[in-house]
């Protein structure tokens, strides 16, 4: 268990609609990071956030956004959903927000667009 | 865009051999990291190799690092079944602060 929880671990909903998954640090790191893993594109670093301010972007797109709140947790929109929206989503924490820092996973959000 | 590419995208061997799987990335790095990943579960951390070291151990595992050829082994000596999983290799992109995965190598262990 590496103290980093994600909610919800399945969602599945239709093309157009819009959903938040949720992500908890472990208790004492700053920063969240947020990924994509489909089957064709392997682990895509989308964006990541430090003590509720935005550090870096990836390849996150125009209809995903996120932020980090006070409390440290995070949460992605992901907006106008598309088939090839459907992924499994990660969030992975770290203490001080360095990209050289070891990153902690969560379990994931399994997002099924129909 | 990713940073790392793993070599073989898949390898299978029996239990009690080694396994070695090769990370090439592209740009000067502060470190590099191996993640293991057991099938649609999150990235576990396995080890971490600093640019100024050539070659780390930890248990089973043996990672090794070529600035020159920005290039990194990972071997895990006397493979296990519970070792089947997908290894990931990580840089981090000074340039960006963001860290970059590769596509992975799926490692299957036969009993």
């Known amino acids: 268990d590496s103290g980093v929880t994600q909610t919800p671990k399945h969602l599945i909903t239709a093309t157009g609609q819009r959903v938040t998954l949720r992500c908890s640090p472990r208790?004492?790191?700053?920063?969240v990071y947020w990924y994509q893993q489909s089957l064709d594109q392997g682990l895509q670093f989308l964006i990541q956030?430090?003590?509720?301010?935005?550090?870096a972007k990836g390849n996150i797109l125009e209809r995903f956004s996120a932020q980090q709140f006070p409390d440290l947790h995070s949460e992605l929109n992901l907006s106008s959903l598309e088939l090839g929206d459907s992924a499994l989503y990660f969030c992975?924490?770290?203490?001080?927000?360095?990209?050289?820092?070891?990153?902690?996973f969560g379990p994931g959000t399994r997002l099924t667009v129909l | 865009s990713q940073q790392g590419e793993e070599d073989p995208q898949a390898l299978s061997i029996q239990e009690g051999e080694n396994a070695t799987m090769n990370c090439s990335y592209k740009?000067?790095?502060?470190?590099l990291q191996w993640y293991r990943q057991n099938s649609g579960r999150g990235l576990v951390h396995l080890i971490l190799?600093?640019?100024?070291?050539r070659e780390k151990h930890s248990g089973r595992l043996r990672v090794t690092l070529d600035t020159s050829k920005k290039s990194s082994s990972l071997l895990i000596t006397a493979s296990r079944a519970a070792d089947t999983a997908s290894y990931f290799c990580?840089?981090?992109?000074?340039?960006?602060?963001?860290?970059?995965f590769g596509a992975g190598t799926r490692l299957t262990v036969k009993p």
């Open positions: 992975a924490s770290t203490v001080s927000g360095r990209a050289a820092d070891t990153q902690y």
């Open positions: 208790s004492g790191d700053l920063s």
């Open positions: 956030y430090y003590n509720g301010e935005e550090r």
């Open positions: 740009t000067s790095i502060n470190n």
């Open positions: 190799i600093r640019s100024n070291e």
């Open positions: 990580a840089t981090d992109d000074p340039r960006n602060n963001d860290m970059r």
